[in-house]
């Protein structure tokens, strides 16, 4: 059996990160975005823990150094955008989120991780515009929500940077998802992740909870 294609698993990511922008939408009437982005990454940890519990003997320094500083940016990234759904449509939402694309190359060089080429620049540029297309996004009359999702397309391209610094190194790729997951928690908790329990008897709320804590995150 072939393993599968890393584009492929990427278009994969691609499509069930989109799904979770209206699953958020629907759940954030209920619930904080704080007490939601912190539940997804419980969630997340709980899951992804039965996979790394016999890798947790090849910990470094350095590794849980990166994962730190990832889950500080995980925060960002999903606090920022959590907070921005609140006010901002989820199609325009996803497409400033997008706008990491062209974030990642201008950012490379300053993290020696080569310098972008005029095709880079140029298929950023090509697929935000596809991006803006697909999405149907209005940037007409910028609020504050678009001001948090730009914060968050910014720790997003960061964050991508770090992945690749790190993925350089020796470490099985399972540890270094869970770390940056795992410590993304207390970051958030800061801002206050506790929600009633009657919160969590919500469709809305435990749908959303769930299929971005497993398949979103995990």
């Known amino acids: 059996m072939k393993p599968i294609p890393a584009s492929l698993l990427l278009v994969l990511a691609a499509i069930i ?5 209206p699953l958020i939408s629907s759940a954030l009437p209920h619930i904080s975005p704080a007490a939601f982005v912190f539940w997804r990454f419980v969630l997340a940890s709980i899951v992804l ?3 790394v519990l016999k ?3 090849q910990t470094r320094p350095w590794m849980l150094g990166g994962c730190l500083l990832l889950g500080l940016l995980n925060t960002g990234v999903f606090l920022f955008q959590t907070i921005g759904l609140k006010t901002v449509p989820a199609a325009q939402t996803a497409f400033i989120t ?3 694309v062209l974030i990642v190359p201008f950012l490379m060089p300053l993290f020696k991780l080569g310098r972008p080429h005029i095709k880079d620049i140029f298929l950023a540029i090509l697929c935000l515009i596809g991006l803006y297309i697909l999405t149907g996004a209005n940037l007409a009359g910028l609020q504050i929500g678009d001001i948090w999702v730009l914060a968050c397309a910014m720790c997003f391209a960061l964050s991508l940077i770090v992945v690749q610094a790190l993925s350089r190194r020796n470490v099985p790729y399972p540890l270094l ?3 940056q ?30 299929f971005c804590a497993i398949f979103g995150t995990a």
């Open 17 to 21: 990160w989109g799904v979770t922008f």
């Open 49 to 51: 823990l039965p996979f």
């Open 181 to 210: 997951i795992a410590f993304t928690l207390p970051f958030v908790a800061i801002g206050g992740p506790l929600a009633a329990p009657h919160v969590f008897l919500i469709s809305d709320v435990w749908i959303a909870l769930l």
């Open 55 to 57: 890798t947790l003997k």
């Open 98 to 100: 997008g706008t990491n």
């Open 177 to 179: 998802t869970f770390y």
